[in-house]
T-cell receptor, first 113, second 111 residues
Framework: NAGVTQTPKFQVLKTGQSMTLQCAQDMNHNSMYWYRQDPGMGLRLIYYSASEGTTDKGEVPNGYNVSRLNKREFSLRLESAAPSQTSVYFC????????????FGQGTRLTVV | GEDVEQSLFLSVREGDSSVINCTYTDSSSTYLYWYKQEPGAGLQLLTYIFSNMDMKQDQRLTVLLNKKDKHLSLRIADTQTGDSAIYFCAERDQAGTALIFGKGTTLSVSS
């Protein structure tokens, strides 16, 4: 019963470093999402992938890139990390994009110093 | 664009009822959701309501939807200390592709 798995759980980066956050789901879901959660801001959508082979920008895409590697995996890349990207990142998946439940991973806590 | 508003904090005593309120902007939303986040964890779907319903009850949870006022509420009966968490209201965006979340309401339950 893995559901949505994110790695790593914690990461500290120096400004300017790059890294990739990994996400995998084992529920055969079509759609996957990346959100960031900041205090007092709720969850904001960074990028999403409605289906394998497609990706689209969300509300706050600047400074990020994504890859939908296959149906299971959706990665988020920070090319040159900035302190403003310090946040908790959540990956989610859902069977479709219409009205189905979204399942969330446990989150990656990223600190950029 | 779409926007979801919630009050940020609610404090209740154990055994009381809790009511968490939410307003949303997209009148075309077909489903509206309540998610719960416990400390250090991801979000879990608590319940959802279809837009043609006024009310949905699920054990201790009651969801009320006023579509005219674009107002959604979550009532938790007999609130327990284990209900302490952040509760998020969410709607689908206009394209129906992703969930738009409110900022979350932190519920604190004291014994």
């Amino acid at each position: 019963n893995a559901g949505v798995t994110q790695t790593p759980k914690f990461q500290v980066l120096k400004t300017g470093q790059s890294m990739t956050l990994q996400c995998a789901q084992d529920m055969n879901h079509n759609s996957m999402y990346w959100y960031r959660q900041d205090p007092g801001m709720g969850l904001r959508l960074i990028y999403y992938s409605a289906s394998e082979g497609t990706t689209d920008k969300g509300e706050v895409p600047n400074g990020y890139n994504v890859s939908r590697l296959n149906k299971r995996e959706f990665s988020l890349r920070l090319e040159s990390a900035a302190p403003s990207q310090t946040s908790v990142y959540f990956c989610a998946s859902s069977a479709g994009t219409s009205n189905t439940e979204a399942f969330f991973g446990q989150g990656t806590r990223l600190t950029v110093v | 664009g779409e926007d979801v508003e919630q009050s940020l904090f609610l404090s209740v005593r154990e055994g009381d009822s809790s009511v968490i309120n939410c307003t949303y902007t997209d009148s075309s939303s077909t489903y509206l959701y309540w998610y719960k986040q416990e400390p250090g964890a991801g979000l879990q779907l608590l319940t959802y309501i279809f837009s043609n319903m006024d009310m949905k009850q699920d054990q201790r949870l009651t969801v009320l939807l006023n579509k005219k006022d674009k107002h959604l509420s979550l009532r938790i009966a007999d609130t327990q200390t284990g209900d302490s968490a952040i509760y998020f209201c969410a709607e689908r965006d206009q394209a129906g592709t992703a969930l738009i979340f409110g900022k979350g309401t932190t519920l604190s339950v004291s014994s």
